[in-house]
């Protein structure tokens, strides 16, 4: 096999992907994702650190994305707003890959090891949105809380986009935020236990 690999990036997702939906993430080895692919295992450790990284190897790119819709947001806007406004758009970049997310969520929700690697992801992404708020001069306490929620809506819009093919990601982050903000107010309006 030559050194240059046309498309091996792509071809070991492929790859990996399918043998995921067939066996589950458990079962498969990367050596398995190699060969799938016509590849070896040495080039599917040039460009993935392990088989988790297939699954989330759009992160840094996706929080990118978010980053720069975010500073594109109107200035004057509240920082939750402004969060969800580019997660919503974020959100609508992923429609081509509807099927990929939903098997994508199946598969986390399958593997401990992968709710761990999505977890390290989604406070990835919430702590570089604070960090943004932050520097529109939010403050940092607000910045992070505003951040959290957003991703927590975000992540909630996501898993229903995911289930139905015919949900549209901008109605689903709605609803999400109005269910968090009912779920805070609802909270709010119960008198703390007095010590």
């Known amino acids: 096999m030559g050194r240059w690999e046309p498309n091996a990036v792509q ?17 498969v080895t990367v050596t398995e994702i190699a060969e799938r692919a016509g590849l070896t295992k040495r080039s599917f450790f040039n460009h993935f650190a392990d088989k988790r990284e297939v699954l989330f190897a759009g992160a840094q790119g996706f929080e990118a994305d978010i980053l720069g819709y975010l500073a594109e947001t109107d200035a004057d806007a509240e920082p939750i707003d402004a969060a969800i406004a580019a997660l919503t758009r974020g959100g609508l970049d992923l429609t081509p890959y509807r099927e990929p997310a939903r098997i994508r969520r199946g598969l986390i929700a399958s593997s401990t090891e992968l709710q761990e690697r999505n977890l390290i992801k989604m406070a990835s992404l919430t702590a570089a949105i604070a960090e ?10 607000t910045a992070a809380f505003a951040a959290q929620a957003a991703v927590a809506a975000f992540d909630a819009a996501y898993d229903d986009w995911a289930a139905d093919a015919t949900a549209d990601f901008s109605a689903l982050m709605r609803q999400a935020l109005s269910d968090l903000r009912h779920a805070v107010d609802a909270a709010h309006d119960e008198e703390p236990p007095q010590s």
Request: glycine residues 8%; aromatic residues 12%; charged residues 35%.
């Open 132 to 141: 943004a708020l932050g520097e529109r001069r939010v403050p940092a306490r």
């Open 11 to 27: 071809r070991l997702q492929q790859a990996a992907w399918k043998l995921f939906a067939e066996r589950g993430y458990a079962d």
